[in-house]
């Protein structure tokens, strides 16, 4: 109960923070990405909107490519099929175009691999998941500590990847 409390403290210090900083028209130079994956990994329209509100009122370096995989999660978890395929492909341009601007960037082939491998197949969005894959797999150790951690809980339900892959 206490940890919770904690928790839920520091999330709200959090989220005050960067308010006063969007209010002041301040921005984040380094972006909370442990709150990201917890948010990306869960189905709540209401948490994805409001971390899309956050990325799109920050600057920082990798924005381009979050804002894309965001607002492509959220297609997923929104109703009406028009918007859904409008809010994908907004979110697909960013992200690939993230991609193509920084190839190297393993997180966003990780980004685009949890897109692809949940993205229904008439959408055609799957044709890198094998390339994404060998790419997370051999420069995994080069990861931040924080996108290590997303790769080892993302494998645990992935179909294409597997805890064992990731010491």
Do not use: W
Request: proline share 4%; net charge positive; with cysteine.
């Amino acid at each position: 109960m206490i940890l919770e409390m904690t928790s839920i403290s520091l999330s709200i210090c959090l989220l005050l923070n960067i308010l006063a900083g969007i209010i002041s028209g301040q921005s984040i130079a380094v972006y909370d990405k442990e709150n990201f994956y917890k948010i990306f990994s869960k189905n709540d329209l209401t948490l994805i909107s409001a971390e899309l509100k956050t990325i799109q009122h920050s600057d920082f370096n990798e924005k381009e490519a979050f804002e894309g995989a965001l607002l492509m999660k959220k297609a997923d978890v929104i109703g009406n099929p028009k918007d859904k395929l409008s809010v994908f492909k907004d979110g697909h341009a960013k992200l690939e175009h993230a991609i193509k601007s920084a190839p190297d960037n393993a997180e966003y082939r990780f980004l685009r691999l949890m897109i692809q491998e949940k993205a229904p197949k008439f959408l055609g969005y799957n044709k890198n998941i094998a390339e994404d894959k060998s790419f997370i797999i051999s420069n995994y150790k080069l990861l931040p500590t924080v996108v290590k951690e997303a790769v080892k809980n993302y494998s645990k339900t992935s179909s294409v990847l597997s805890p064992d892959m990731f010491p």
